[in-house]
């Protein structure tokens, strides 16, 4: 059976960083690692074929060469990927879709011919078994949550990695906390589910022998210290890993903010070469956390649970929210205020999104409160707010523009960088380690940056503070201005949609 894999495309979001791929002659953030897992699970006899549209366009030609096709999708991808079912439904090529859009959304697949609603590793193979009798059913959906040990590394072999920013890596599944607007526990479960450290160091071996021999590495984990006990074993095979092989990935992850109470823990992060975390905060406001039961984030001091982790040499990237039910005009200063207070570089802060089955979900569906499915960008879709706020839409939406204008203005951003890199140790990890593809990425910052970019004058100022400021961090000042780049284009682009949808409003 000759199967192709289709991820569709992104739009331009928070993630993307587009603007800073060009750095690296790279295209976006990551490649798609659900359904390279499932690759992984095909008869290694089939002929497979993987088309990104995030990378590349879909030709017709793999289309007539396909027997089977794959789609896995977020919400986000939703409009790609009902143009990809067009494509295949117009050749007569039969659709095997899943991922979290298949999963959450239920209605509106009628053109899909095998749907799958949940994780894979159980229903799969039963599919296999069933499409080689000739009985497959249109759909299959998980009944519980497997355990991990089946997983199968996944097919490096079938991207072209020297288009990626960086490779990801999945250590577990599944979050034990109690957010009512998150659907990961719907998606994945409360009880956190681990690989073994064995299958986690046979991936590391498997991604550095594909090819990837050095850049960044993000474990996709929803919260990776669920179980926090459980998850230090396979942390300290990631730390030996990392040394034996003269620490090759720097690597990204998202945990919970509780993850500042357990040093040990902290410190195993620093070991295995942990440099970027993120980590959901939500609000600086009580109420607002009350409201959506962030429970472990309640009754502490946020700023400094963001700071005992900067003064490890780690980057701390925050999730932020507006439009709780708690939140009111004065939110909006006092998230900048924190922001900058702890300080957090380049933050995300996004509208309220409602995802269906969730506690939010009934809740705003019992108060008449529901538009619609959410896009899955709380940044980007700014005109798609799915659910009625109770400081109205217009407030909201004005207050939304404000915060980022003040966020990302660039000498805004420049200036909370510089405070930044003036508390941050150096990584103990990468000090004086610049490898090779960082060098000439350093070259092309200065290249595009300072000499043909309009905003070059404010980087030369910026670069200069930064190094005055902390000199051993110098190299991670030049990876937040390459960053910036990405960040202060895109949430320009978001503010100028807004401030057309605001004109409109007050027109109308």
């Known amino acids: 059976m000759r199967a192709l894999f289709v991820q569709p495309e992104f739009p331009d979001t928070f993630w993307s960083l587009r603007g800073t791929a060009g750095f690296l002659s790279a295209k976006i953030f990551l490649p798609p690692l659900g359904l390279l897992t499932v690759a992984g699970m095909l008869p290694r006899e089939w002929p497979l074929k993987m088309v990104d549209l ?18 896995g999708a977020m919400e986000i991808q939703s409009k790609s990927a009902g143009e990809v079912v067009r494509r295949c439904n117009e050749k007569g090529v039969p659709v095997v879709a899943g991922g979290p859009h298949f999963s959450l959304i239920r209605e509106g697949f009628e053109r899909i011919d095998y749907l799958f609603a949940g994780e894979v590793e159980e229903t799969l193979p039963r599919f296999l078994e069933d499409l080689a ?19 199968p590394i996944p097919r490096w072999d079938l991207v072209d990695r020297g288009k990626y920013l960086s490779m990801p890596l999945q250590v577990g599944r599944g979050c034990p906390n109690d957010c009512d607007f998150c659907h990961v526990v719907i998606l994945n479960g409360r009880r956190p589910r681990l690989k073994s450290a064995a299958q986690v160091k046979a991936e ?14 993000m474990i996709v984990d929803d919260n990776i210290i669920g179980h926090k006990r459980k998850v230090k074993p396979i942390l300290e095979t990631i730390a030996s890993w990392q040394k034996e092989h003269k620490y090759p990935y720097k690597i990204s992850v998202q945990v919970s903010l509780d993850v500042a109470d357990d040093d040990e823990l902290l410190d195993l992060m620093v070991r295995a070469g942990f440099l970027t975390l993120f980590l959901g905060i939500e609000s600086p406001s009580d109420a607002s956390l009350e409201e959506c039961h962030k429970n472990q984030n309640r009754n502490r001091d946020i700023v400094d649970s963001v700071r005992r982790i900067t003064d490890k040499g780690m980057l701390v990237v925050g999730g932020f929210i507006l439009g709780f039910d708690a939140d009111n005009e004065s939110s909006f200063q006092a998230m900048v205020d924190f922001i900058e207070a702890c300080p957090i570089p380049y933050p995300m802060v996004g509208l309220l999104s409602v995802p269906p089955d969730t506690r939010l979900w009934d809740r705003m569906e019992a108060q ?4 619609g499915y959410p896009t899955g960008d709380q940044v980007g879709d700014v005109a798609a707010l799915n659910y009625i706020p109770l400081m109205g839409s217009q407030t909201l939406l004005a207050g939304y523009c404000w915060t980022l204008k003040r966020l990302y203005e660039p000498t805004a951003y420049y200036n909370r960088v510089v405070k930044y890199i003036k508390r941050l140790p150096a990584h103990p990890c990468f000090v004086n380690r610049l490898k090779p593809g960082e060098i000439k990425a350093f070259f092309r910052v200065l290249w595009k940056m300072g000499l043909a970019d309009a905003g070059r004058l404010q980087f030369w100022k910026y670069l ?39 004109a409109g409003m007050v027109d109308g």
């Open 133 to 151: 009798q000739g009985r497959a059913q249109p759909v299959y959906r998980a009944e519980k949550f497997p355990e991990l040990g089946q997983t």
């Open 204 to 217: 590391l071996d498997s991604l550095y022998a594909s090819g990837w021999k050095e850049g960044e590495l």
């Open 54 to 71: 995030n990378v590349e366009p879909l030709p017709e030609k793999d289309l007539d060469w396909a027997e089977m096709v794959f789609v």
């Open 368 to 371: 008449g409160r529901l538009l």
């Open 464 to 502: 200069g503070a930064a190094l005055l400021a902390n000199p051993r961090v110098f190299p991670m000042a030049v990876t937040l201005a390459a960053s910036g780049r990405h960040h202060m284009a895109y949430h320009g682009r978001v503010i100028r949609r807004l401030e057309e949808q605001l």
